[in-house]
């Protein structure tokens, strides 16, 4: 559960905004987006990011709510949270690296036929989740949270909440992102965020380990003794 600490640092809130912002990649997002709603009315395509982007925002607040809930319920651990999270995290960074990654797998046809469909059709799903707010993602929240103070916790929250906006303001304006990046940019893009997402994943894991040390270096509980 969070503890009460000292109040978290700039660099802690700076942290976990760029890692949220890396595993979301919102400028990937918005290209795979700007192909998926070629041809639609502007409004239609301000309600597909909102609802977008309120569907990966929600998903991702669930996890940060409900985390330490189903740590208990299922048994897990915060220490083994954070070495499964590092290893999915570092899963989607590598697939992000080596062009792997499902948004750049997207083909001709699948686009062309989101475009045809209604936006509450593909706004929730694919976009909200998987794109966004996949295992990696949630992987990401979830790890984030464990071990915490209520400080850091909020910020953990205020962090989601400004990249569900930052999301937004990335979809709402696909088109253009699409038309400055191009093709290239785009890549760039992708693989300097695989990158980034890269270290999150094993700052995770490095976490883990001095965790895991320290846990293990800690004395055994005595045993009770019976008296009778």
């Excluded at 899963?91 to 036929?113: F, H, N, Q, V, W």
């Excluded at 593909?122 to 992987?139: Q, V």
């Excluded at 909020?154 to 303001?169: D, F, P, S, T």
């Excluded at 191009?182 to 490095?206: E, S």
Aim: with cysteine; charged share 15%.
């Amino acid at each position: 559960m969070p503890h009460l600490d000292p109040l978290p640092t700039w660099s802690f809130a700076l942290g976990a905004t760029m890692s949220l912002f890396s595993v979301l990649n919102p400028i990937s997002a918005a290209v795979v987006f700007a192909g998926s709603t070629a041809g639609m009315a502007s409004p239609d395509l301000r309600r597909s990011a909102r609802k977008a982007a309120l569907t990966a925002c929600a998903a991702m607040l669930a996890f940060a709510l409900v985390g330490q809930f189903i740590f208990s319920l299922f048994g897990f651990t915060a220490l083994a949270m954070r070495f499964v999270g590092g290893v999915l995290v570092l899963y989607r960074a590598i697939s992000m690296l080596y062009g792997d990654d499902p948004r750049e797998r997207s083909t001709e046809d699948e686009k062309a036929e989101a475009s045809r469909k209604l936006p509450e059709d593909f706004a929730i799903i694919p976009f909200g989740i998987p794109l966004l707010a996949g295992p990696g993602t949630l992987s990401t929240v979830m790890g984030m949270i464990a071990g915490l103070s209520w400080s850091e916790y909020g910020v953990v929250l205020a962090a989601i909440l400004l990249n569900g906006w930052i999301v937004y303001v990335f979809l709402r304006n696909a088109p253009l992102v699409f038309a400055k990046l191009g093709a290239i940019g785009t890549k760039v893009v992708n693989k300097l965020m695989g990158f980034i997402l890269a270290a999150v994943a094993m700052q995770f894991l490095i976490n883990g380990v001095k965790a895991l040390y320290i846990e293990m270096q800690q004395p055994a509980p005595a045993a009770i003794v019976s008296t009778k």
